[in-house]
């Protein structure tokens, strides 16, 4: 079946720092491919998706591309912001089902000042 | 537009109990789904629902019940609360006519079993 596997956390960094957290899926097909995130207390929130291969999903200086050779859509920010401090998931699709998402674990990102 | 909205925020059953949660949407999406969230687990699916009278069961259905007589309603049943089901439940939905589905999610209902 469909599987997300991205790195463990929580990721610490620094304001300004560069981030990446890393993505990996096992999928039949061509999936689409999201990152969300959850601020503290909240539901989860659309980073950035891409649908086909080579495409680049970004949203709020966040960035993911979707790379089929190497079945990775890894997220990365030029520099992390305090305000950036929360638990991205990456989820896949399947379009052959219905709408049907599967998460990969989480990674916690806190940024201090 | 109020999006997904759930109720309770919160609950404590004692175990045996059984309890339904609320979920709507306003959004006119034909598809609904439940999760829950455990540490170190992500999000796995429990329930979800293609159109009113319509649902299937995702990854964990075991110990749950669900069944969709509106397009706007998706509420979860517990029959008989257990301590493993001690988790934070999230509701979300979408819709079909999206190629993508971008999924929308409530703010989560967070469930203790004592």
């Known amino acids: 079946g469909d599987s997300v596997t991205q790195m463990e956390g929580p990721v610490t960094l620094s304001e300004e720092a560069f981030l990446t957290i890393n993505c990996t899926y096992t999928a039949t097909g061509y999936p689409s491919l999201f990152w969300y995130v959850q601020y503290p207390g909240e539901g989860l929130q659309l980073l950035l998706k891409?649908?086909?291969?080579?495409d680049k999903g970004s949203n709020k200086g966040f960035e993911a591309t979707y790379r089929k050779e190497t079945t990775s859509f890894h997220l990365e920010k030029g520099s992390v912001q305090v305000s950036d401090s929360a638990v991205y998931f990456c989820?896949?699709?399947?379009?052959?089902?219905?709408?049907?998402?599967?998460f990969g674990k989480g990674t916690m990102l806190l940024v201090s000042p | 537009n109020a999006g997904v909205t759930q109720t309770p925020k919160f609950q404590v059953l004692k175990t045996g109990q059984s309890m339904t949660l609320q979920c709507a949407q306003d959004?006119?999406?034909?598809?609904m789904s439940w999760y829950r969230q455990d540490p170190g687990m992500g999000l796995r699916l429990i329930h979800y629902?293609?159109?009113?009278?319509?649902?299937d069961q995702g990854e964990v259905p075991n110990g749950y019940n669900v069944s969709r007589s509106t397009t706007e309603d998706f509420p979860l049943r517990l029959l008989s609360a257990a301590p493993s089901q001690t988790s934070v439940y999230f509701c979300?939905?979408?819709?079909?006519?999206?190629?993508?589905?971008?999924?929308?999610f409530g703010p989560g209902t967070r469930l203790t079993v004592l």
């Open positions: 891409a649908t086909k291969a080579d």
């Open positions: 979300a939905s979408s819709s079909l006519a999206v190629s993508y589905n971008e999924q929308f």
């Open positions: 959004m006119n999406h034909e598809y």
């Open positions: 629902s293609v159109g009113a009278g319509i649902t």
């Open positions: 989820a896949l699709s399947d379009r052959s089902g219905y709408s049907t998402l599967t």
